[in-house]
């Protein structure tokens, strides 16, 4: 069964970090894409960032662009998003997904390419 589990959440402060993981299992981790996306309440959801398994290019929202950097690490098959100069307006829940990549064209931030979500991981900040 695939699984993705999402973790590092937490409250922190205007200006602080966090790093998340995103823990995979039950797929070839390495054959497929991950993206990061967020919910804030009352909000629709955004793609934050992706990282492809063709060419391990990444890619970011421009509203986080400069702070978050998304990586890989296959042999533990994990994807971690590092968050820095936190402000409150990324205050959501955050979400990774995966995507087979399939089709003519692949548009990372989209959420209707992914195909499997983990269940989120909350995170505050505070002013």
């Known amino acids: 069964e695939v699984q993705l589990v999402e973790s590092g959440g937490g409250l922190v402060q205007a200006g602080g970090s966090l790093r998340l993981s995103c823990a995979a299992s039950g797929f070839t981790f390495d054959a497929w894409d991950i993206g990061w996306f967020r919910q804030a309440p009352g909000k629709e959801r955004e793609g934050v960032s992706c990282?492809?398994?063709?060419?391990?290019?990444?890619y970011y929202a421009d509203s986080v662009k400069g702070r978050f950097t998304i990586s890989r690490d296959n042999a533990k098959n994990t994807v971690y998003l590092q968050m820095n100069s936190l402000k409150p307006e990324d205050t959501a829940v955050y979400y990774c997904a995966a995507a087979d990549g399939g089709g003519s064209y692949f548009y990372p931030l989209d959420q209707y390419e992914y195909d499997y979500w983990g269940q989120g991981t909350q995170v505050t900040v505070s002013s």
């Open positions: 990282i492809s398994s063709h060419d391990g290019s990444t």
